[in-house]
C-alpha cells in the first residue's frame, strides 16, 4: 500500500524521458519511479523470486480458474450476499 509521498526535482529532459515511458507502457510516471526504485535498492533478490516460485508450484489443493469462471464466481458471492442482507431481488 502507498503511504509516502516523495517530492524529487528532475530536469526537463528527465520528465520528458519517464512521461515518454510512461505513456508507451500504459503506466505512471510514479510506477515508472517506484519500478526503477526496486530495480537498483531493494525489492526480492533473484533467488527469493525463484523460491517464491517453487514454493507456489508445491502447494496442494489449489487449482486454476479461468478469469471468465473466477468472474462468475464472484457474481453469484455477491448475489448470495445481496439476497442474505435484503432478501430475493424483485423483478
Given at each position: 500500500?502507498?503511504?509516502?509521498?516523495?517530492?524529487?526535482l528532475?530536469t526537463?529532459?528527465?520528465r520528458?524521458?519517464?512521461?515518454?515511458?510512461?505513456?508507451?507502457r500504459?503506466?505512471s510516471?510514479?510506477?515508472?519511479?517506484?519500478?526503477?526504485i526496486?530495480?537498483?535498492?531493494?525489492?526480492f533478490s533473484?533467488?527469493?523470486?525463484?523460491?517464491?516460485?517453487?514454493?507456489?508450484?508445491?502447494?496442494?489443493?489449489?487449482?486454476?480458474v479461468?478469469?471468465?469462471?473466477l468472474?462468475?464466481?464472484?457474481?453469484?458471492?455477491r448475489?448470495?450476499?445481496?439476497?442474505?442482507?435484503?432478501?430475493?431481488?424483485?423483478?
Amino acid at each position: 500500500m502507498l503511504s509516502e509521498r516523495l517530492q524529487i526535482l528532475v530536469t526537463p529532459e528527465q520528465r520528458r524521458r519517464l512521461q515518454s515511458e510512461a505513456r508507451d507502457r500504459g503506466a505512471s510516471v510514479g510506477g515508472l519511479v517506484r519500478e526503477a526504485i526496486d530495480a537498483r535498492y531493494g525489492g526480492f533478490s533473484r533467488e527469493e523470486r525463484i523460491q517464491a516460485v517453487e514454493e507456489m508450484a508445491r502447494a496442494e489443493g489449489g487449482r486454476f480458474v479461468s478469469p471468465d469462471e473466477l468472474n462468475r464466481i464472484v457474481e453469484e458471492e455477491r448475489d448470495e450476499e445481496f439476497e442474505r442482507l435484503h432478501g430475493p431481488r424483485q423483478a
